[in-house]
Nanobody, 121 residues
Framework: EVQLVESGGGLVQPGGSLKLSCAAS????????MTWVRQAPGKDLEWVST???????YDATSVKGRFTISRDNAKNMLYLQMSSLKPEDTAMYYC???????????????RGQGTQVTVSS
């Protein structure tokens, strides 16, 4: 059974930083693309970043240059380092394993329970 457990969210002031973590289990982590998505209240799911099995990263325009996705295959861990945070980054952040190795996410994805990020002064 695929399990994804996010942590690291919290309340941060604009301009601040946070690092999210995702512990993965139940599948061969190293061979899978992994993705972070987010969802703000009343809004659709939004793709944030994807990292390929080879470590190539892809970022949404809205976070490019501010967020960095990374992975540790030895520990089955996915990370999202977020800096220069803005109020519009406020959302529930989810770790996603797409059903197929793709940039983004798909309808058959596996998703964790999420971790809340709130950017406010």
């Amino acid at each position: 059974e695929v399990q994804l457990v996010e942590s690291g969210g919290g309340l941060v002031q604009p301009g601040g930083s946070l690092k999210l973590s995702c512990a993965a289990s139940g599948f061969t982590f190293s061979t899978n693309y992994m993705t972070w998505v987010r969802q703000a209240p009343g809004k659709d799911l939004e793709w944030v970043s994807t990292i390929s099995s080879a470590g190539v990263t892809y970022d949404a325009t809205s976070v490019k240059g501010r967020f960095t996705i990374s992975r540790d295959n030895a520990k089955n861990m996915l990370y999202l380092q977020m800096s220069s945070l803005k109020p519009e980054d406020t959302a529930m952040y989810y770790c996603v394993r797409p059903a197929t190795n793709t940039i983004g996410y798909d309808s058959d994805m596996s998703r964790g329970q999420g971790t809340q990020v709130t950017v406010s002064s």
